[in-house]
């Protein structure tokens, strides 16, 4: 299977080792503002996951190459040992920190976004909730395991002098 690895591998760092002797390797790279062109049915899970709520189209696109990622095209890769592999992703300001197992699955993530646009849903309640207050920077931390996702925005929320910090999970 062909996928499309966006970006420059920026280190290499074997670390400790995990329960049960598993070995952890983990790998960074910057990514590019390259699109995805091959769809990967192995973490079709994550996919769906991420696919059940709304999120921002950056989110999205930098999901997708977490997705496409194949541990197995790497030269860390070891295929005679049960090893998990952590990859770091980053994207300008965005960050995924990615768990696969050595079949290349996702185990887990986790997710930050700075400066996000909120579903409008979201966005909409928020404004109801709170009447001239401005939006003045909204983060987006996500976690996927084992199937779920949770999506939570912190939101910096600000009326003249005064400013709150309102967290949504979504």
Known sequence: MKTIIMGLI??????AVLAQHENVMVTSFETSNHKV?????????????????????????????????????????????KTTYTVDFKQNSDHIKAIYDQEGLIIKTEEAYNNVRMPYSISGKLAQNYPGWSFENVKCLITYSNGDKRIAYHVELAKGRDSKLVELIH
């Open 10 to 15: 920026v280190s290499l760092i074997t670390t």
């Open 37 to 81: 062109y091959e769809k990967s049915a192995a973490n079709s899970n994550y996919i769906n996951a991420a696919l059940e709520k709304t999120v921002a189209k950056r989110i999205a696109t930098l999901e997708d190459i977490v997705a496409n990622y194949d541990i197995k095209q790497e030269s860390i890769y070891s295929p005679n040992k």
